[in-house]
């Protein structure tokens, strides 16, 4: 299996290259990652797939996920990753 080494903050977006900002993923799940959000952060393709679903998911929770990244910096990788 091949394995591609994918940036959660891209670099064409200053991401840095270290063990924070970076993982080691599938080829094809870098890919699919790419193909559905470009370059967007993680609070970014929240925020996409939360538009997207509006009309199927609920106004309450569609209010808590905006709450969400409201209150975190969505620019720094260490709000949303694990080390």
Same mark, same amino acid.
């Given at each position: ?17 270290? /063990? ?10 870098? /890919? ?8 967007? !952060?993680?609070?970014?393709? !929240? ?13 309450? !929770?569609?209010?808590?996920? &905006? /709450?969400?990244?409201?209150?975190? /910096? ?5 709000? &949303?990753?694990?080390?």
């Amino acid at each position: 299996m091949k394995y591609n080494l994918h940036h959660r903050v891209p670099k064409s977006r200053f991401g840095q290259t270290n /063990d924070l900002n970076c993982e080691m993923v599938k080829v094809t799940t870098h /890919d699919a990652i790419h193909t559905l959000f470009s370059n967007e !952060i993680f609070p970014e393709q !929240i925020a996409r797939l939360t538009n997207m679903n509006s009309r199927v998911l609920k106004p309450e !929770i569609i209010k808590e996920i &905006w /709450d969400i990244l409201r209150y975190r /910096d969505i620019h720094n990788p260490e709000e &949303w990753y694990k080390e």
